[in-house]
């Protein structure tokens, strides 16, 4: 099973980081596997031409999209490794929903496989 997670992070992070476009599916696997997730760095998925009226300064372009990028906020989260799957499922889905309309998108780090 770990294979299947080093296989799914190589083959869909989009960049050097651990930002994944279906975050949701990266932590599947890694909570499969026995895994965790102790911090998220968050990015925001931005036309580059707005990045002055993001969330967040530099960070990633997207490879698939040459008009945006990844662009990483100061938003950071700590002491999450005790969560369960489902609560670090939800407190991904509060903290997209409370900054809207910005499009915010995890970055793990810290992770245990």
């Known amino acids: 099973m770990l294979q299947a997670l080093e296989r799914y992070i190589e083959q869909n992070k989009v960049c050097s980081a651990l930002i994944f ?3 949701n599916a990266f ?3 890694l ?3 026995g ?3 102790n911090e998220i760095l968050w990015f925001e998925y931005v036309l580059i031409e707005k990045q002055k009226n993001s969330l967040g300064g530099g960070g990633y372009g997207d ?3 040459s008009e945006y990028m990844w662009a990483e906020t100061m938003i950071y989260d700590q002491d999450l490794g005790c969560k369960s799957l489902l609560e670090i499922k939800e407190h991904i889905n509060s ?3 409370a900054h809207k309309p ?5 970055c793990f780090f810290d992770i245990k496989k």
Do not use: M, Q, Y
Request: charged share 20%.
């Open 21 to 23: 476009r279906d975050w």
């Open 27 to 29: 932590l599947n696997i």
């Open 31 to 33: 909570f499969a596997c």
């Open 35 to 37: 895994g965790s997730v």
């Open 63 to 65: 490879k698939e999209n």
């Open 95 to 97: 903290t997209i929903k």
């Open 102 to 106: 910005h499009i915010l998108v995890p």
